[in-house]
């Protein structure tokens, strides 16, 4: 006979552990939306990721990690590090961006500092705001001695947009030549895509038909020279940029293919969803457009550097993250069908009678291939370039 | 046998209700706001108001006014300008939804007398002028109003983990009010959000949808740019469930107040969750709906013969 001393014991034990234990369920029942980021080091990405060829580079909580073999490495702390673009040698061009103003610089692929590239700091007795400046998307022309980039000169009081510059490599902005002539109110020109053959693509914002900012992907083959106040529409008859899409595609971050003749975009056509969109180029004109990615929100596309296909970043859900995704080539680029081979009548049938056709077998049909997800629950830089090198 | 499952069952209601009880506890606080709706003051002579239709309820459809608020150290107590205001009207039947913003800079009759821009009527007279005003311009009636402070839309947005959306242009602003928290609140700080699909913490949001130095449009850019991180806020919410609901009411502390009731907000939840953000009309009035005043003050003076046709087509 167990004593009431007990029960009534074991009773109230039994109250406060279900008590706790209702609590704390109904915390484990919480969804994962504030979960933070996984640190890419601490993920195992998918085993899409060993088939990737090279090394590809990108960022995440002003992180720099590189990915090869299927694994992951941090090259460098997290202290504002973004937007990277090649430089010789497998190293790297980076931006390291601070509360105030950003730099660029060159980093190894080990992740150390070997250069200081500007200098947009202001003495910090200097209590100006504008004082201090801007340099975003780094890009090397193709001679390896000119550093263009997107940066926030000219600007007039509220008015800051962004325009892009042509700087010799280890010089100063001062040396600098503007290629590009922003209009204003838009936040400007940005991301800059030196061809080989000397001409610039870059993204230009820009108020689009229904009078909503927009972006549109322009070309110029030399710089620009200022004409002086603001602009407040694309400069007709003035300067030498011209679009290669409409306002209403509105796309932005131009990625040319290593052979250069396809380009891959992203465009919104002015909605909440960006499209992974690519185009032929002979130089100077885009050809037909084609959509491949249609249901994600795409960014930064990035070509491998052997053609086999496309990285991009993207969430996996809405709100949770950009991922790394890698589209094989021969989800935009099917191979050609092999020919259907010619019925032949099988000799020896009766001469009267007409030789029957053969049906030929329908050709298989061309198996669908999708994206695939490389990461989970990771949070890279969308608005951060990656760097692919063989 | 008896004694010990209701003994049980007791505790798992009180670890519940230990759970929920901040929450429970905010929403009381920020919920059931009593509304004051200020008497109409004669419009002084010589101010020409609009001539709306009287409002009424439209079946199967609710209205809500949206208010967004510099509440920063500059502002004392309630009296402070509402930066933002949305017109949201929800029809349950059809799920269509229209968001309508109105310019801060609006010159309109206020409910409480004079003619100002109307983003004074809340500081005016708090939340009941201010759905006084909007009625008796725009001839719309309203429901209820949700009024959220510049610390809580970062709260929110971090405690639902960020936002995706894709910014249409990058905001530049080397004068963005450095006014939250301590310290001087007349400080600028350098912003620059760029453009593109990306994820947004609540500091980076505000940036984004607050700055309008770096803007043709100024306000109306804004308003655009609002829209956008509303539905990108409502299309992460559906993913809210009950359990996140104690740690989104102590991000949201002080920081929001409707005069929905709780158990309304229950029954809205569902409506919400089932609204489809393709099908959301999103309307900003935009020249030719207004235009400047050419004026130091800065005022934006509507066109009323050009929007209460509009508020009729997309308000009925």
Not at chain 1, 250 to 267: E, F, H, R, Y
Not at chain 1, 366 to 381: H, M, R, S, Y
Not at chain 2, 231 to 238: E, F, I, R
């Amino acid at each position: 006979m167990i004593s009431r001393f007990v029960l009534a014991a074991g009773l109230a034990l039994l109250m406060v552990f279900s008590g706790i234990g209702s609590y704390v369920y109904l915390g484990t029942r919480q969804s994962n939306l504030t979960a933070a980021p996984q640190e890419p080091t601490a993920a195992s990405p998918s085993p899409g990721a060993f088939s990737l060829p090279g090394t590809l580079f990108m960022t995440q909580s002003g992180a720099i990690y590189s990915l090869s073999a299927g694994r992951f490495h941090q090259l460098t702390t997290a202290a504002g590090w973004t937007q990277l673009a090649p430089y010789p040698s497998s190293n790297l061009l980076a931006v390291k961006r601070s509360q105030l103003s950003s730099d660029v610089y060159v980093v190894n692929r080990l992740g150390r500092v070997l250069r200081r590239l500007t200098n947009n700091t202001a003495p910090s007795t200097n209590y100006d705001p504008s004082a201090r400046h801007w340099s975003f998307y780094p890009r090397l022309s193709r001679n390896n001695k000119t550093l263009f980039m997107s940066y926030d000169k000219p600007k007039f009081g509220f008015d800051v947009p962004m325009s892009i510059w042509a700087v010799p490599l280890g010089g100063t902005i001062q040396q600098g030549r503007l290629w590009s002539i922003a209009i204003d109110y838009t936040g400007g020109d940005m991301q800059p895509l030196p061809l080989a053959s000397g001409a610039l693509i870059y993204t230009k914002y820009l108020y689009g038909p229904e009078g909503k900012l927009v972006s549109q992907i322009w070309i110029t083959n030399q710089p620009e020279v200022p004409y002086g106040g603001n602009v407040l529409a694309p400069p007709a008859g003035l300067g030498h940029g011209r679009p290669l899409t409409k306002p209403e595609e509105d796309c932005a971050q131009p990625s040319l293919s290593p052979n250069g003749k396809t380009i891959a975009m992203i465009c919104t056509h002015e909605t909440q969803v960006s499209d992974l969109t690519l185009a032929s180029f002979n130089g100077s004109t885009l050809g037909p457009r084609r959509s491949v990615i249609t249901n994600q929100l795409v960014a930064q596309p990035t070509w491998a550097p052997d053609s086999s296909g496309i990285a991009y970043l993207a969430p996996a859900q809405l709100g949770q993250g950009f991922q790394l995704w890698w589209l094989p080539k021969n989800a935009y680029a099917p191979p050609a069908p092999s020919p259907v081979p010619t019925p032949i009548p099988t000799p020896g049938g009766p001469v009267s009678s007409p030789v029957p056709t053969p049906t030929p077998s329908p050709a298989p049909a061309a198996p669908v291939i999708k994206p695939v997800q490389i990461t989970t629950n990771l949070g890279f830089d969308a608005t951060s370039p990656m760097v692919w090198i063989t | 046998m008896t004694l010990a499952v209701t003994a049980i069952a007791l505790s798992v209601g009180s670890g519940g209700f230990a759970y929920f009880l901040p929450a429970v506890s905010e929403a009381f606080d920020a919920t059931g706001q009593v509304v004051d709706v200020p008497s109409p003051t004669p419009t002084p002579t010589g101010t020409v108001g609009p001539t709306p239709s009287p409002t009424t309820r439209t079946p199967g459809s609710f209205t809500v006014l949206l208010l967004g608020s510099d509440n920063d150290t500059k502002f004392i107590g309630d009296h402070v300008l509402t930066q933002s205001m949305i017109i949201v009207r929800v029809n349950t039947n059809t799920k269509k939804v229209v968001m309508m913003s109105i310019p801060r800079d609006l010159w309109v009759p206020l409910s409480t007398g004079g003619t100002a821009k109307i983003d004074g009527a809340y500081s005016y007279g708090g939340p009941g002028a201010a759905i006084a005003t909007v009625e008796n311009n725009f001839g719309i009636h309203i429901d209820d109003y949700i009024w959220i402070g510049l610390a809580g839309l970062v709260h929110v947005i971090d405690a639902i983990g960020g936002i995706d959306v894709v910014t249409s242009a990058p905001v530049l602003d080397d004068f963005y009010p450095h006014d939250i928290g301590k310290g001087n609140p007349y400080r600028y700080l350098r912003v620059a959000v760029l453009a593109g699909p990306q994820h947004l913490d609540g500091t980076h949001a505000l940036e984004y949808v607050r700055s309008r130095h770096n803007d043709l449009q100024s306000d109306f850019g804004r308003s655009q740019r609002q829209q956008q991180v509303l539905l990108a806020l409502k299309a992460k919410a559906a993913e809210i469930s009950a359990a996140d609901v104690p740690g989104l009411a102590a991000a949201m502390k002080g920081q929001i107040k409707t005069s929905m009731s709780l158990q309304r907000i229950a029954t809205l939840l569902p409506v919400a969750a089932s609204l489809d953000i393709k099908k959301i009309q999103q309307i900003v009035l935009l020249p030719p709906y207004t235009h400047g005043c050419g004026c130091p003050q800065g005022y934006v003076i509507p066109v009323w013969s050009l929007i209460l046709p509009l508020v009729q087509t997309y308000f009925p």
